[in-house]
């Protein structure tokens, strides 16, 4: 064995504590790593798989022959397969059916799939109604759906000269991508084909388009005959669109090198406190005859050897992590119907990039320590580490809170602390560690919180105003046991048209809502009010700002109402309204229900006022519509109260928004739980650089606190010292950092308009915690160094280490 | 036949006014046992510093075999240390987590040299090391841990031997013993040692003595 590492391997036996709390310190980083290269992997897969499934392959061969088709399914290259069936296009014998868009020309593809085809490319794209089941059954695209072509009814068709007659089963969503052309699809007839298209996903995912340009080409196939998903390659990388692919990978990019930094300055720390404290030892083996390329040689060998059983556990942590994250998810989505499968890929790949990365890392951040173990004088050891530290004239010059200082061990720590010469470095690691920390954090919680989290209300019911439906209705609610909010309102289809100067409004339609006087009275103090909600303005500098869509209080002027039938004949009511409030929806107590803050707001009258309004106009009873809103108590009860409102109102519109939103919840939640998981290791990250750096600064020093300790001083008046000299050194970095981890937060906010910049708020929670964090380290910090120092042989300390 | 000069020899520290040595020339002949003996803060430590390659010298020169050592690299300068100077310290400054052996052989290691067992088996049995070969340095005694460091500076047959106090740590009997090794191997094996002490008696058995004073050398037997 090699003399440098057996120095080492003996190193870490004999210095296990260090040696386990350096593996720890990179195992923190290296399940970073894998964690976010694991599940970036297993993200691309599970998008490619739900895009493959979307359209039944990835790679299809268009109008080939059936002999072509035979011979590519034998050649064994793919994962599975489907195929279709092109025949003679057809016309529609009753060309009054068609919509006016498609009248002309009166040409239709005509697609024939067996059972299992259509179950694997048509089914994904069903829109309404079943796949067909008989040869004279048909499916058509949704354009051509109409009132004349609705599932149940006849399509007669023109196909080479005669007719044939189909039954329309269902419609389907022509505009999704997909592999089946678009036209009409139906059962296989067992007719022969004018040709054929072959649907296929490869067995190896590498370079699909050069493996499917060789198979194309081995087959007499031209490369124009080749289509592709191309929402699948994308998720591979192997998108055309070099543009798709920079945007995939930086995304990756920018999240390791979030995790690079962190990861380097935690890795950094770790083995810049073992070089310090071996100072000695290097400078004794340069005095032996060790080369200062011997020297890096053994620190570098060190940090790649230490990196190796901390990578061992980022994968065991890093990948169980993902894994139950995953298995967590996907329990979810069943449990919630999300049509949704979340794979877990572990392959060579990410493994792969997750340890060059980590070594990559290591080796970065032992460079600077390396360097300087090999600079260490064999002077250092001779003399026992009592080189003077280089200082500036500035630096030994005592400023008035120094001078004007009269407690011994105040002044001493603020002359220590001004005189410390790895001040500087231990600054610029704390403010770095504390800037990551708030920046991002505050990013994500952002994202988090501006996430889609659906409409207000759980349900929400849309009938034709009645008295005896209202009765009824408000029957139910007070029956059922589950309702933590209702409001009831009334919604004409007549739009208020506002005159308004000021703010972003000018010229907006408002929907004209109708309360019961009583509610008129109590709520809005019998006045006409405008419920104010907000709107994003967007600037040319792509600075985005939410402001309110009226910007005075109160409005008096004319309004103009119109209905959808007075549009047409173009005679719009024009009346004068006095006194208008304009009231923000926050202040309206339980209008929120109805009124989204960041909908389109509206005017409320009294059904009395609507009445005397619009007498004259002689509107239609049906054209106001009665809306209720409702929020549960328990919202997984949902289903029994929709159920009991269908039964009872078979015509109302009603509109079950926990079963409409749990996709989009459940995305959420995906998405808070990946965002949190990024969080938690960040801040490890950060908390664990905080303690190492803390604490080498002590190791370090404890030669010199012996010395203190020799003449006299207290273990407690050391204690207090150093945390005095550890307090500045943090409250510093907290302040520094917080002001640029701010900085680089609203700067990250802005430039991703997830949040208008004018209702960005300091990120006060995240500069507390990291405070509160920094106490905390202070405190414990405290209390170790008092153990050390009352535990510590001084004798031994100052004769040698 | 000199083998070790230095001419001219100064060092002044930064920030100190005071020169820690002024002017010394000193020439060292083969086989040689020199003592240099002064007061503490005299600047004997050093002088040995500087011949010894570990410390630079602020103006002069030092020559072993005729190459001036501090025209060397850094590289360059280690590894001349390593085959030429062997060093022994007061506090031993032995690496913890090596074995009496490991510490002996680590010069001759890092050279990329095999090892003689031959040599490395009389070493130990003059250094009475023995039965503790496989001992770490904290289980040893003062007297065994210095034998120890004076085996490591004699494993690559050094053209010199430096020795700061090498007694200075330890008591009588152990020093007779250690000096006892030293003279041995200048006897023995005509090793040029050059020793520091602050002991009449030890110096006295050195074959020359110069004493440093203020930083300033002068011949005193």
Known sequence: MNVITRLNLRSFRTEKKRTIATILAMAIAATMAVAILVGFRSVQLTIYNRERQATGGVIAFNQITARQKDKLLASGHFASTASLKEMKPVKLVDKKRLPTALKTPNHFEITELTSKNLNKLVAPLLESGHLPKTQQE?????????????????????????????QIVGTY???????????????DQQQVATSETLIVTPKNLTAIRAQAQQLASNNQISAKQLSFNENALLMLGQSTNAHQRVELYSTILICLVIVGIAALILIFTSINLSVRARRQRYGLLRSIGMTPKQLRHLVYQQALTLAIPALLLGYLVGIGGIAFAIQRLNQLFVKNHVNMQLYFAVDWLPLLSAAIFMMLITLLAAASPAIRASHTTPIAAIRSLSISPKLTRHQLKETRLIEHCHKPILKLALKNYRRNAQKLTMLVMLTTTVAIFISLTSFATNVISNAPSGTNEDLSVTMTNAPEQEIALKQILKQSNNIKKSLIIHKSNIDASLVIAKGPSSGTDLPLVTVDAQRFKRDFNNHPTIINTQIYEEFSGGNRIRAWLFAEKHYQGPVTFTTDLQRSTKHPQKVMLDDVHIVPITQLIGYQLLFPIDGGGALIISTTQYHELFKPLKIPKDSIDLLAGVTLKNRDKHIALTNALKQRFPNAEIYDSISANAESTTIAITMRVIALGFISLLSLISLATIINHTFSALIEQRRGLAMLQSIGTTPGQVTKMLSIQNGLMMFKGWLIGSIIGSAIYYELAKQSQIEPINTLNLPVAQIMMAGIVLILIQLIFAIITHHILTHQNIDVLIRND | MEILTASHLSKQYPGEQNLALDDINLAVTAGEFLAIVGPSGSGKSTLLHLLGGVDRPSSGSVKLYHTDIYALNETKLAIFRRRQVGLIYQFYNLIPNLTVTENITLPTELDGQKVEQTRLEQILATLGLSDKRNALPGQLSGGQQQRVAIGRALINQPAVVLADEPTGNLDQRNSQEIMQLLHAANIKQG???????????????????????????????
């Not at chain 1, 969503?173 to 059962?187: D, E, H, S, W």
């Not at chain 2, 040692?193 to 003595?209: E, F, G, K, N």
């Open chain 1, 138 to 166: 048909i499916l058509i695209p949704n354009d051509l759906s109409s009132e004349q072509n609705r599932s149940g009814q006849k399509l007669t068709v023109l196909a080479a000269g005669q007719k044939k007659d189909y």
């Open chain 1, 173 to 187: 969503n022509a505009y999704l991508p997909g592999f089946v052309p678009t036209g009409l699809i139906t059962y």
């Open chain 2, 191 to 221: 090793q040029t040692i050059i020793l520091i002490t602050h002991d009449p008696l030890i110096a006295q058995q050195a074959s020359r003595v110069i004493t440093i004073e203020d930083g300033q050398m002068k011949e005193t037997r």
